[in-house]
């Protein structure tokens, strides 16, 4: 349960479509806060918001410089989620439902 709850608070994070667009930003690579202001419509203090969540939920680093903040995804992080997408969309056997398999047995067979 713990991992489903880490992995949760990334995909909450990306839930917002500005959060999802910063990141999409810094896939190609660091950016400074001015920059990534400049493509939207925002407060200083909201971008700041936006940032603080997707750095408190791993997804992104923050590096300061002088007066002003970088962002950068963390490559770690999105290894990992990337890999809980692909195992949780992921035919498996070690399913979480592999002890209820028989949960459904019988829901279709009126058709």
């Given at each position: ?39 939207f ?16 939920c ?12 970088y ?41």
């Open positions: 349960m713990e991992g489903y709850l880490e992995y949760s608070r990334v995909f909450k994070a990306l839930g917002d479509p500005k959060r999802a667009m910063i990141v999409d930003m810094l896939s190609c690579g660091e950016l400074c806060a001015c920059k990534i202001l400049e493509k419509e925002m407060s200083q203090s909201t971008l700041s918001h936006h940032m603080k969540i997707l750095c408190e791993g997804l992104v680093k923050a590096r300061e410089q002088g007066k002003w903040t962002y950068s995804l963390d490559s770690d992080t999105v290894s990992r989620i990337r890999q809980f997408l692909c195992d949780i969309t992921s035919d498996k056997e070690n399913c979480i439902c592999i002890n209820d398999a028989g949960c459904c047995k019988g829901c279709d067979e009126d058709e």
